[in-house]
C-alpha cells in the first residue's frame, strides 16, 4: 500500500544495510524514510548468478527493515522521482559513488529531481576513506601504494554510525518480485531460508573472523587448500558490511589486523585511481605493447574458450577458472595467476579478461576488477613490472602443495580425459617479453 506519510527517501545503492549506515540515517532525520531500490536496465548486464545474489540480499534487508524495502523496476531517476512525489519527500539521501557509471547516474538523478524541487544529499561512501580526500605533498593524487597506506592510516576514518529507528520506515509498494530473480539458475526455493544472506549473518561471520582467523591471515591467505581468507568481499561488494565496520573491529596494534586493514586500503586506492583516471577502466594506464602484439581474433577466441572454461591444461589455472563458473567468486591467489595467464601467456589483452570477470563474480567491485587486472598486467599504477610472470607450475607448487585446491575443482586432473597444456609457459613468457614495446615508449 502506497504510504500517505510524508518522508524523505532513501536511494539503496551499494549500501545495503541498516547497521552504520549515514545515508539511512539522514533521511530518517526528517522524520520517517521510505528505502527505495531502482532495478534498473544495467542489471541486464550482470550474470543470473549475481542478479540472484542481489534479489537475495534485497530479500534479506526488506526482512529486516520490516517489509519496508521498495524495489521498483525503472531508471534511477524515474523511480525516485516517482517515489519523492508519492511521500513528499523534500530530499533523497544516498551514499555517494566515484565509479564513471555511479557518477553519471547520480548527476542523472540529481537533475531530474531539481525540476521537482527535490534535493539529492550524498552521505557517505563505500570506502573507509573516499577517493580524493588524501593527496601527496605536491597535492596531487597518489601514483604508488605505499605512501598511500601511509596516508591513508595516518588519515583515519569515521567511527562506525548507530542503528536506525526501524519504527520510522515507510513502506512503498515494490513492482519487482525478488522471488523470480532469486530463484534464477536454482531449482529449489531460494528464499525460504535467506538467513545465509542477511546482514546479521555477515556481523557475526565478521566476529567470528576476528576472533579465530585473522591471527592466521597473513600466512594463510595465499594458501589455495587452506580457508585462510575472510570470505568478506561479497558483503562488502554489496554494502552489507562497511569498510569501517570491518577496521573497528579488528584489534588494535597488531600485524595481522594491519595485513588486513592494507587489504581494505588497497581497494580504496584503486577507487581513488579510478575517480582521477576514469579512462582506466577501459585504457591501459601505461601500455607495455603495441596493438599488434596480441593474438589475433580467431586464435584468441579458442585460446580465450579454452581460459574461460578451464580447459587450458595447467591444473591450477583451470582450478580457479572452474572455482568462478560454479561459486561466482574465485581465491585471490588464483585470480592472479589466471589473470597473468591470459595476458601473457595467451597474449589476450586484460580488457577481456576483465570483462568476463564482470560478468562471472559476484563480489565484483569495478574499480578492483579494473585496476587489478591492470596490476597483473603491468599496466596500472603501483603494477607488478610488466615481466614479472606467473608460472601456473611453480604457483601451484608454492601455494597448493597438497593439491587440495586443484583436486577440488579439477577432478579429471590426472587422468587422460585432462588436456595437455595448450601453451608451452616458457616459449609464451619469451614470446610476451619479444613483443613489449622499447622502454622508452611505456611511459
Not at 53 to 61: D, I, M, P, W
Not at 134 to 149: A, L, Q
Not at 265 to 279: Q, S, Y
Not at 316 to 328: F, H, K, N, S
Amino acid at each position: 500500500m502506497t504510504s500517505t506519510v510524508t518522508a524523505d527517501l532513501w536511494w539503496i545503492r551499494r549500501d545495503m544495510r541498516l547497521a552504520d549506515n549515514p545515508a539511512l540515517l539522514a533521511a530518517l532525520e526528517s522524520g520517517a524514510a521510505a528505502p527505495v531500490f531502482p532495478w534498473g536496465d544495467p542489471l541486464g548486464r550482470w550474470s543470473g548468478r549475481r542478479i540472484a545474489h542481489l534479489a537475495r540480499v534485497l530479500f534479506s534487508l526488506r526482512e529486516d527493515a520490516g517489509g519496508a524495502v521498495a524495489v521498483r523496476r525503472g531508471s534511477p531517476a524515474d523511480v525516485l522521482v516517482a517515489a519523492a512525489r508519492e511521500t513528499g519527500a523534500t530530499a533523497v539521501h544516498a551514499q555517494r559513488e566515484y565509479s564513471p557509471a555511479g557518477i553519471r547516474e547520480q548527476e542523472a538523478v540529481e537533475a531530474a529531481l531539481a525540476v521537482s524541487g527535490v534535493e539529492l544529499r550524498f552521505v557517505g561512501s563505500p570506502y573507509a576513506v573516499a577517493p580524493d580526500r588524501i593527496r601527496n605533498g605536491s597535492g596531487d593524487p597518489y601514483k604508488v601504494f605505499t605512501p598511500y597506506w601511509k596516508a591513508w592510516t595516518s588519515h583515519g576514518w569515521r567511527a562506525p554510525a548507530g542503528d536506525p529507528d526501524l519504527d520510522r520506515l515507510v513502506a512503498l509498494e515494490s513492482d519487482v518480485s525478488l522471488d523470480q530473480y532469486a530463484a534464477h539458475g536454482d531449482s529449489s526455493d531460494p528464499l525460504t531460508s535467506p538467513v545465509e544472506f542477511r546482514e546479521s549473518r555477515w556481523l557475526a561471520h565478521l566476529t567470528d573472523f576476528v576472533e579465530s582467523g585473522l591471527a592466521d591471515y597473513p600466512e594463510d591467505r595465499d594458501l589455495l587448500g587452506v580457508d585462510g581468507v575472510s570470505h568478506l568481499s561479497a558483503p562488502l561488494a554489496f554494502g552489507q558490511l562497511h569498510p569501517r565496520t570491518i577496521l573497528a573491529a579488528l584489534p588494535q596494534g597488531e600485524d595481522a589486523s594491519a595485513a588486513f586493514a592494507r587489504q581494505l586500503a588497497w581497494r580504496d586506492f584503486h577507487a581513488d585511481v579510478l575517480f582521477h583516471h576514469p579512462d582506466a577502466q577501459r585504457w591501459s594506464l601505461t601500455p607495455t605493447h603495441k596493438d599488434e602484439a596480441w593474438l589475433d581474433d580467431r586464435d584468441a577466441d579458442e585460446s580465450f574458450l579454452a581460459w574461460r572454461t578451464g580447459r587450458t591444461g595447467f591444473p591450477l589455472v583451470d582450478a580457479g577458472m572452474r572455482e568462478l563458473a560454479e561459486t561466482g567468486t574465485m581465491h585471490n591467489r588464483a585470480r592472479m595467476v589466471v589473470a597473468s595467464f591470459l595476458v601473457k601467456d595467451l597474449l589476450i589483452p586484460w580488457q577481456r579478461g576483465a570483462d568476463y570477470f564482470r560478468r562471472a563474480l559476484i563480489d565484483y567491485d569495478h574499480a578492483q576488477n579494473q585496476l587489478n587486472w591492470q596490476w597483473v598486467a603491468g599496466t596500472g599504477r603501483d603494477a607488478a613490472p610488466y615481466f614479472r610472470i606467473f608460472n601456473p607450475t611453480t604457483q601451484a607448487k608454492k601455494f597448493d602443495p597438497d593439491r587440495a585446491y586443484v583436486q577440488r575443482w579439477v577432478a579429471e586432473v590426472d587422468t587422460p580425459a585432462y588436456p595437455e597444456p595448450i601453451v608451452d609457459h616458457a616459449h609464451a613468457r619469451e614470446r610476451y617479453l619479444a613483443s613489449a614495446l622499447p622502454k622508452g615508449e611505456r611511459a
